[in-house]
């Protein structure tokens, strides 16, 4: 028996599954060497979900990193011999037109990152699978490339662990749980086990089911929970008996009914000679803490793979059966069928990166068989080369706040994601209903009783609009459109248009105390932020001046967009986005601790600073009626992008003359405790509340600005996206070789331009307003563009902007596209609409007297 080494590079814990073996696979292949991988199970995992699932891969998917790494893996699959590419049908049964227009999105989503799916009708249906009852399918979606892990993922993940062994670079111990993991001064040093200690700066979590339990001991929190999957096989089933064949027809998905079914091939492979129908419960899904999974020797199947009773799924099986009556013809093999154990997050989202609260400790959860090479390949690029290839925002375990990842909050937001893991279509403005009311500004009891239209981001509870501004609508009818689509004015309210004008003909107030707020002091101070940001913001920039400016990663990818203000000599204030905000609060604390700049301090002001934005023509005339020294805000006195502490009925407010809708006024900052007094105020000078809709979308559009980990990702440069700077400040800072080599190009693969919905009607004459991301082809060809790096074009961000009456987009387009007043094609639900191209670069539609200087 091998001897546990004393010291590791880095020690996997969770070795047996595909994704630790992935993970181990792709260290390896980057130069790692000395690698440990602890499994508390067989190697390959013989009680892990990798054990039992079922190996198929679609390449479907609304998000980006999924169709990505999902595409990786199954080319890493066919590389190795171990993939049927058989296709994959997804149906659409008749009389579930929501379900037929959810395949038409995801043929559109397919196109916009990089997948080969297109709808097809029932005759190919029936065609391509005999089985369904042609009568009840009205047409389906077909992915040539999907398809079967063959013989199955266990046997690659062995096979992954055999090479990594064989070539010296990792050594592999069965039966070898983890027992603790040493943490000193918030960083890894080494994992204990029954066979001894293993001394390592690395620790890489890919436990799956278990995760949170190895995480618990280097004092991070993981927030995932294991959810029972219903998994039947009916048999015996020789159609394919004679093939060889793993599988003999493509894989079918009956989303609509929540469920899934696949034949097992030839009965003389290991599996073969059935039916394998699976389930994902919609109602009350079975989630299962990691504490009370058994243990090997308790389990009748295996630790991951739980009874089932067939009252369990009766409901859905006798739909199923009216699809594919060969189901019911079967006999139902008892024995063999369970409910596998599987991961689902807060989000529905992998995680995957380094923890917020233990360096060194890094995860690779919550992740599918279909992406779990891609997502070993993700993690090893991170730890090696400090990025993926793909902007990891979505799965970046440093997304979530501490209060996201309380066990109330997980088991709740868990339970909706295990509902909607199939069923119903997701709509990409859904919000939540669990995991509500934990963040509240103090302005929340007042726009209750104004009738708040809340969603939720980060934490924060957001009004969109208010029902007590419903008469605005009288007054703007002919500007506030109607959204006759019931899927284009899902969760939106019309009331936010009508806010929006209000805003702009007279005064508004938006409440943004979801604003992540850190000051950051000390004699290093400057430096950290200096070296962090593209823009000068230490130097001799004055008190009291404040900055747009952006953190880059080490290529030149933006990573952050953000506001600095100094307050002082060694303080600054920084203000980000609530849904950026823990990453680069994150990301400011690990730089500090890279250049070894001990003596900075950062406090986060979020729960203690209510911010309250105050715009519109009269903003200045509304303020200066409450404040103790009206004269102060004079335009020559209180300069744009300058912030300093002003009176307001003698209550203290930091106040921030700057404007992301286009108006005049200022963010003001104000203690939590004096927040409904200032609100109070402002509402008796007549004020208009204004939801976030018109700050986060309508009118952000029509400034044509931009919105981090949306319209600005790591794949992008600050010049493609228009941001680029007049002048490279001398001082160093990070990325900066990359992107004075970006500033250099002659022309950039792709900008970032500002296009208008031409025409909005679609061919029954009804007028859409778009939601979520649409692939942008090329008028002629009716492709989708792609630039010279490969990056396909789609629109990042769409809105109404009612103050131009257009719709607004934005999107990256290849340079021989990027020209005002060219015209390129959108497509929305299997219809293709004009875009023309109003701007190349950051550049407003909107300008309210024509001032720039005020955006």
């Known amino acids: 028996m091998a001897t546990l080494p004393r010291q590791a590079s880095a020690v996997i814990i969770g070795q047996g599954g595909i994704v630790g073996a992935s993970v181990a696979h792709h260290l390896i292949e980057l130069g790692w060497d000395n690698l440990v991988g602890l499994d508390k199970s067989a190697l390959p995992s013989d009680i892990g979900s990798t054990s039992h699932a079922s190996d198929f891969c679609y390449m479907t998917s609304h998000d980006k990193m999924s169709c990505y790494t999902t595409t990786y893996s199954r080319r890493f699959y066919e590389r190795l011999g171990h993939y049927r ?163 003999g027809y493509p894989l079918l998905r009956d989303q609509g009914n929540s469920a899934y ?255 992540a707020i850190f000051d950051v002091s000390g004699p290093d101070a400057e430096a950290l932020l200096e070296y962090l940001s593209v823009a000068r913001v230490g130097g001799e920039t004055p008190l009291g001046k404040g900055i747009y400016t952006h953190f880059l990663d080490e290529v030149g990818g933006v990573h952050s967009d953000l506001t600095i203000v100094r307050l002082a000599t060694d303080a600054f204030r920084v203000i980000c986005g609530g849904d950026t905000g823990h990453r680069d609060y994150v990301w400011m604390a690990r730089m500090a601790e890279a250049r070894g700049l001990t003596r900075v301090h950062v406090e986060d002001r979020t729960d203690t600073l209510a911010t309250l934005g105050l715009w519109g023509p009269n903003a200045r005339r509304t303020l200066q009626a409450l404040a103790d020294t009206p004269q102060a805000l004079e335009d020559e006195r209180f300069p744009f992008a300058t912030a300093r502490e002003i009176r307001v009925r003698g209550l203290p407010i930091w106040a921030f003359r700057i404007s992301y809708v286009g108006e005049q006024g200022w963010e003001l900052y104000i203690p939590f405790s004096y927040g409904l007094a200032l609100w109070d105020l402002l509402y008796e000078q007549g004020v208009t509340p204004v939801g976030i809709e018109t700050y986060a979308n309508s009118r952000r559009l029509e400034k044509s600005l931009r919105l981090q980990n949306v319209d600005l990702l790591t794949e992008y440069n600050l010049v493609e996206a228009g941001l680029a700077r007049p002048r490279v400040k001398p001082a160093d800072f990070h990325g900066r070789a990359a992107y004075l080599e970006q500033r250099e190009r002659e022309r950039q693969p792709a900008y970032l331009c500002t296009l208008t919905l031409e025409e909005n009607r679609d061919a029954g004459g009804v007028p859409r307003y778009p939601v979520g991301h649409s692939p ?74 024509n001032q720039r200087h005020r955006s």
């Open 261 to 515: 079914m696949r034949d097992t091939g030839d009965p003389t492979t290991a599996e073969g000679g059935r039916l394998e129908w699976g389930y994902y419960e919609t109602t009350a899904p079975r989630l299962v803490s990691p504490a009370e999974i058994l243990e090997r020797h308790q389990a009748r199947l295996s630790p991951s793979m739980r009874d089932l009773e067939i009252d369990q799924v009766m409901d859905a099986f006798t739909r199923a059966v009216e699809l594919t009556p060969a189901l019911g013809e079967l006999g139902w093999d008892e024995k063999h069928s369970f409910n596998g154990l599987l991961s689902v997050t807060v989000d529905g989202g992998s995680l995957v990166g380094e923890s917020p609260e233990t360096r060194g400790l890094w995860f690779c959860e919550a992740v599918w068989v279909k992406d779990g090479p891609g997502m070993g390949k993700v993690l090893a690029d991170w730890i090696t080369r400090g990025r993926p290839e793909l902007d990891p925002h979505g799965i970046d375990i440093a997304r979530f706040y501490p209060v996201q990842k309380t066990s109330h909050y997980v088991r709740g937001r868990c339970l909706e994601i295990a509902r909607k893991i199939y069923d119903p279509p997701v709509h990409p403005r859904e919000p939540f209903a669990s995991g509500r009311d934990l963040r509240r500004g103090p302005f929340w009891p007042r726009e209750q009783a104004l009738g708040g239209y809340f969603m939720e981001a980060a934490g924060w509870e957001r009004a969109h609009g208010y029902a007590a501004n419903e008469d605005l609508l009288e007054r703007y009818a002919d500007r506030v459109p109607d959204r006759p689509d019931e899927w284009d004015a899902r969760h939106f309210w019309r009331v936010s248009n009508a806010e929006h004008l209000a805003l702009s003909e007279d005064v508004g107030m938006i409440n943004l105390s979801h604003f």
């Open 85 to 247: 590419r058989i296709g994959g049908l997804e149906v659409a049964r008749v009389g579930d037109d929501a379900r037929m227009e959810e395949l038409k999105r995801k043929v559109a989503s397919g196109k916009a990152f990089g997948t080969n799916v297109r709808l097809i009708d029932p005759d190919e249906v029936v065609e391509r699978f005999p089985l369904v009852q042609r009568e009840l399918i009205q047409g389906a979606l077909w992915d040539p490339d999907a398809g079967l892990v063959v013989p199955r993922s266990q046997r690659v993940a062995g096979e992954l662990i055999e090479q990594a062994v064989a070539s010296g670079r990792l050594r592999a111990f069965a039966d070898t749980p983890a027992l603790d993991i040493d943490v000193k001064d918030g960083r890894v040093r080494g994992v204990a086990t029954s066979k001894g200690y293993i001394e390592t700066p690395v620790v890489i979590v890919t436990a799956g089911i278990w995760g949170p339990i190895p995480a618990a001991m280097a004092g991070a929190a993981l927030p995932l929970m294991p959810v029972e999957h219903p998994l039947l096989f009916f048999g015996p089933f020789d159609v394919f008996a004679g093939t060889g064949e793993e599988i």
């Open 776 to 849: 942008i082809l090329d008028p002629e060809s009716g492709e989708v563009l792609v630039d010279a790096l490969g990056r396909r074009s789609y629109v990042t961000s769409i809105a109404y902007g009612p103050s131009l009456g257009r719709i607004i987009a934005l999107g990256y387009l290849p340079a021989e596209h990027a020209r005002e007043g060219h015209v390129v094609t959108m497509e929305y639900f299997g219809e293709h609409y004009p875009l023309r191209v109003e701007a190349v670069g950051c550049r407003a539609l909107y300008d309210p007297d």
